[in-house]
């Protein structure tokens, strides 16, 4: 069974969209079936992804709201091994029209249980907001990958979602684990930076992930071109440290599924 990975963060502009289109690019790139689900009624994950706008499309709207199979919602991408699930604006619409459904938590991980088995790894872009939409990808993840920036207003903010995550265990989904902690637009030549990242590395441990993502023009140029970084300058360094990030995610993902071998009494 596949790996469903939040990418959330309730701050704005911290690289969401940019860090769900490139990881998930990166999974496929290395030959892992791949799913991206754009939660975000911005909708920048799918036009990121080539996809215009089209009211008419079967989008994470229809998934939560129950009118539409899942399996009628994936659209292919440029990559041969990733596929999307779009967003569009009305999902601003499923934040009010939930409030009084039925398992209204539950409704993405409901969506997403048939599509399990297919991919080994499903990407959630989350709203920059804790709200409905980003309650429902939290319960509907096995785990949560948070991109920050290396700025003191980011340290108190990830408090918040932190909090977020512990009432879902409590409340929805206790097996909702943190994949990692993602340093993004990230210059090491700052002493900014590298106390910020001594802070976390303090309070996270290993959870802060080995890869940092640099500020890189490619990177934001990219989503202008209906591409990932890994197709529209693969040899930038925002490509490269996602390829990266993708490896060490996906190594921690084997190291967890290996069987434990058992030492036989002599």
């Given at each position: 069974m596949g790996r469903v990975i939040a990418v959330a963060n309730q701050k704005g502009g911290v690289g969401k969209t940019t860090t769900a289109i490139n990881l998930a690019s990166s999974f496929a790139a290395a030959e892992v079936n791949s799913l991206l689900v754009d939660c975000d009624p911005q909708s920048n994950a799918s036009s990121g992804l080539g996809l215009a706008k089209d009211a008419q499309r079967i989008s994470t709207y229809h998934l939560l709201m129950g009118a539409a199979a899942p399996e009628e919602s994936l659209q292919p991408t440029v990559l041969e091994q990733l596929w999307l699930i779009p967003a569009h604006k009305n999902l601003i619409g499923a934040n009010i029209e939930l409030v009084d459904a039925e398992a209204r938590e539950f409704r993405l991980r409901n969506a997403l249980a048939s599509l399990r088995d297919r991919f080994q790894f499903i990407v959630l872009d989350c709203p920059p907001a804790l709200d409905l939409l980003t309650l429902n990808a939290l319960v509907a993840a096995d785990t949560v990958l948070?991109?920050?920036?290396?700025?003191?207003?980011?340290?108190?903010?990830?408090?918040?979602?932190l909090d977020t995550v512990e009432r879902i265990r409590a409340s929805f989904n206790p097996a909702l684990a943190i994949e990692g902690v993602l340093l993004t637009m990230y210059d090491d030549r700052t002493s900014l930076a590298k106390q910020v990242t001594a802070e976390l590395k303090k309070f996270f441990g290993s959870k802060l992930c080995e890869t940092w993502v640099p500020r890189n023009i490619r990177l934001a140029e990219a989503p202008s071109h209906g591409k990932p970084a890994l197709l529209y300058d693969v040899r930038s360094k925002g490509a490269e440290s996602y390829i990266r990030l993708a490896k060490e995610i996906i190594n921690h993902y084997l190291a967890e599924e290996a069987p434990v071998e058992i030492d036989q009494p002599a």
């Amino acid at each position: 069974m596949g790996r469903v990975i939040a990418v959330a963060n309730q701050k704005g502009g911290v690289g969401k969209t940019t860090t769900a289109i490139n990881l998930a690019s990166s999974f496929a790139a290395a030959e892992v079936n791949s799913l991206l689900v754009d939660c975000d009624p911005q909708s920048n994950a799918s036009s990121g992804l080539g996809l215009a706008k089209d009211a008419q499309r079967i989008s994470t709207y229809h998934l939560l709201m129950g009118a539409a199979a899942p399996e009628e919602s994936l659209q292919p991408t440029v990559l041969e091994q990733l596929w999307l699930i779009p967003a569009h604006k009305n999902l601003i619409g499923a934040n009010i029209e939930l409030v009084d459904a039925e398992a209204r938590e539950f409704r993405l991980r409901n969506a997403l249980a048939s599509l399990r088995d297919r991919f080994q790894f499903i990407v959630l872009d989350c709203p920059p907001a804790l709200d409905l939409l980003t309650l429902n990808a939290l319960v509907a993840a096995d785990t949560v990958l948070i991109p920050m920036q290396a700025e003191y207003f980011a340290l108190e903010g990830i408090s918040e979602l932190l909090d977020t995550v512990e009432r879902i265990r409590a409340s929805f989904n206790p097996a909702l684990a943190i994949e990692g902690v993602l340093l993004t637009m990230y210059d090491d030549r700052t002493s900014l930076a590298k106390q910020v990242t001594a802070e976390l590395k303090k309070f996270f441990g290993s959870k802060l992930c080995e890869t940092w993502v640099p500020r890189n023009i490619r990177l934001a140029e990219a989503p202008s071109h209906g591409k990932p970084a890994l197709l529209y300058d693969v040899r930038s360094k925002g490509a490269e440290s996602y390829i990266r990030l993708a490896k060490e995610i996906i190594n921690h993902y084997l190291a967890e599924e290996a069987p434990v071998e058992i030492d036989q009494p002599a």
